[in-house]
Every structure is written in C-alpha cells, then in structure tokens.
C-alpha cells in the first residue's frame, strides 16, 4: 500500500522540549516537504528536500530542523527555539522536479504545547 | 513577495447551491494553479490542477476552475453542492524554479446545510 505516513498522530510537549516528528513516503519520490497549518492561515512551507543529504529554508525555517540521510524520510525537528510550534503539521512528497508533478500529502501531526 | 488570495474565509450554502470560491495570486511569471481540499478528520487531497492548455480544468466530484490570467484568477466552482462537500478548500500555486513548493490560500471552509 503506498502512500506517506505521519506519526505520531497526535504530539504533546512541554516547553523546552525538543521533539521528532515522523514523515515516511514508499512512493519513491525525490522531494519531500514540511508545511505548518494555522487556522485561517493557510499551510506556510517550514522546509524542503529535493534529494538525498541536501535541503533548504522555506518561509517559516526557524526553530525547526530537518534530516535527508534517506530517500523517503524526511524527519522534522521542531526545538525549543520554535516560539509558537502548537499547529498541524503536513508532511508532502512529489515524484520529481518537474513543473507538472504534483504534490501529496500525509494525513498530518498536531502538536500540542503544554 | 509571491502571495494566495482567498476571498471567503467561510462560505454556507444549503444543498443544491451553487458554489463559487475566488482565488488570487500575485506573480508575473509562470505559475502551476491547484485546489486541495481538506474533508474532516482527511487527508489533504488534489481537487484540481492546472498547468497549461484549455483554462477550464476540470476534476473530481463536478469541480471546475478557471484560470483567467489577466485577472491572475483561478476560482473554482461546482454547480450543485451536496452536504458531502463541505470541507475546508485551499488554493495554491507553484512557482517555477523555487524547488516546486506551492503557496497556499488561507483557506476557505464550506459548510452545507442539507
């Protein structure tokens, strides 16, 4: 069964706390992405990857970080310098660079600060 | 800076309406144009997408959009909504040359009432 898979579904932290969220896609996809979605805010892109060890800032880049060791995980780091980091976050890949690729997206983390 | 529009944060129509949601963008060059919707509790899907061609695209459901590049506009309509299509529905365009992220609309909620 193909497709990407978020975990945990659902995230609680303390402040001060790092934690690791999950994004693993079987679809053999080269890039793969972090967007944050507030209310009324639409999705803001946290971080991107269009290959294996390299990825870069997108709007929303501080307080978080990213790994690419492996074609299809792509785990987000969100740390205690992120100052909001309560919000759903989606995890998406695409299958290449072309401009007709389309994205897809994962069923999503909430992370809820405590 | 490249931008989304929605115009309606929340729209509610009874079953059987008919349905129009604006989108605008603000870019000059090139653009990819795509509707994503968002059911409860699902993941974020492509409704639509629009790359180049006939400006009326259509997808799944009865959905429609038209792209009207003079008015850097694609809004997306269905002429007869049931209560199954109430979910939250995002616009987003993809710059070329910028890795393939999309911008996102704020988004836009429909309700409908049976």
Known sequence: DGGITQSPKYLFRKEGQNVTLSCEQNLNHDAMYWYRQDPGQGLRLIYYSQIVNDFQKGDIAEGYSVSREKKESFPLTVTSAQKNPTAFYLCASRSGLASTDTQYFGPGTRLTVL | ?114
């Open chain 2, 1 to 114: 800076a490249q931008s989304v529009s929605q115009h309606n944060h929340h729209v509610i129509l009874s079953e059987a309406a008919s349905l129009e949601l604006g989108c605008n963008y603000s870019y000059g060059g090139t653009v990819n144009l795509f509707w994503y919707v968002q059911y409860p509790g699902q993941h974020l899907q492509l409704l639509l997408k629009y790359f180049s061609g006939d400006p009326l695209v259509k997808g799944i459901k009865g959905f429609e959009a038209e792209f009207i590049k003079s008015k850097f506009s694609f809004n997306l309509r269905k002429p007869s909504v049931q209560w199954s299509d109430t979910a939250e529905y995002f616009c987003a365009v993809l710059i070329y040359n910028q890795g393939g992220k999309l911008i996102f609309g704020q988004g836009t909620e429909l309700s409908v009432k049976p």
